[in-house]
């Protein structure tokens, strides 16, 4: 219960934050963060994140918390696209280096994957 009035009166406050300022995109980073860690709505995150990107379409901390939902979900496009966009806006060596490490994790866990797929496959056919 008491988590759950914590996250209620955060999200308030969050809400407040982005009615105040409804033109500024952190407003809505902050909102969806708080979201998708404690309701773990992938959905409304996204929701709020492509907000963010309209109001700023260089908005890196939006296109990061993007590529951490759409990995969450499974959407491998929508990965790649916000990859795409997140270094086309990177300003600095951190932007960069945040976004092209997730792109490697998500490539090297791809690797991983398919490998293990490929084991199972030649376990179930060896039975």
Known sequence: MMMRG????AKDKYEEA???APNT?????????????VSKNTQEAVTL???AVQKDPC?????IL???VY???NKEQEIQDVIKKGLECAVDFDDVAEVLGYKYVIEVSSKCNAYVQELKKKKTESL
Do not use: P, W
């Open 25 to 37: 995109a952190v407003s809505y980073v902050n909102l969806a963060s708080l979201v998708l860690r």
């Open 18 to 20: 982005v009615r105040t």
């Open 59 to 63: 908005c890196i901390q939006a296109y």
């Open 6 to 9: 914590s996250f209620l009166a």
């Open 49 to 51: 994140l492509n907000k």
């Open 66 to 68: 993007l590529i951490q």
């Open 71 to 73: 990995t969450l979900m």
